[in-house]
């Protein structure tokens, strides 16, 4: 099975067949797909104009999707190897459990759904490296009030999400499921207290 950087370099071939390049960036995302695979093709087609369902698209579209998605992947590498640091050092001093705070990690493990949106047709429209660095910056900060990568105030609770961890805090500006570490108690409360309203409002 080819890895990320093989299927980058069919990508960038310009002998290759445009089918297969555009198949290739696909198959990149199921490799790397930090908003979920079809949320994360839908925001690099909208970034890059390109059809969905193009079989041959402009092959420096294609191109520009796939330096966006390395950028973004480099991002993420820089974070793995310091949360396994991290971890060796909390290792070194006893702590041999993960916490809750590494709940987030664990389920974004390979960089899928880093930033997931439940919704594939709603997502951040920053550059994929621009939202993991806004996230990861707020994952070492104090927890907030609001988005992290849009910073919207409207953050609402789900009970239905289409993947791990099935319900949590959803911006209704950008979509991002909102990890549970970078918010305050009392605004996971808030959400919860929105998404109550919404289905008093629904009975």
């Known amino acids: 099975m080819a890895g990320f950087r ?4 069919q990508v960038r071939d310009p002998r290759g067949d445009l089918a297969l390049r555009r198949y290739s960036l696909r198959k990149c995302l199921e490799r790397f797909a ?7 093709w839908q925001h690099l087609c909208a970034r890059h104009g390109i059809g969905p369902d193009d079989r041959a698209p402009d092959p420096a579209r294609l191109v520009a999707a796939l330096d966006e998605l390395e950028e973004a992947r480099d991002v993420w590498l820089a974070y793995e190897e310091e949360f396994a640091e991290r971890r060796k050092r909390e290792k070194h ?7 809750a705070f590494d709940d987030w990690h664990r389920r974004t493990w390979g960089g899928n759904g880093i930033a997931r949106c439940d919704d594939p047709a709603v997502h951040p429209v920053e550059p994929l490296g621009e939202v993991l660095r806004r996230l990861i910056t707020a994952l070492g900060a104090a927890p907030g009030a609001v988005c992290p990568v849009c910073q919207g105030k409207r953050i609402v609770w789900r009970q239905d999400l289409a993947n791990e961890p099935w319900f949590g805090p959803v911006c209704t500006g950008c979509g991002v499921v909102v990890p549970r570490p970078v918010l305050t108690n009392e605004a996971v409360r808030a959400a919860q207290r929105i998404r109550g309203r919404e289905l008093a409002s629904v009975a």
């Open 34 to 40: 930090p908003y979920g695979h079809r949320a994360t």
């Open 6 to 9: 093989s299927l980058a370099r």
């Open 93 to 99: 001093d006893g702590l041999r459990r993960p916490g």
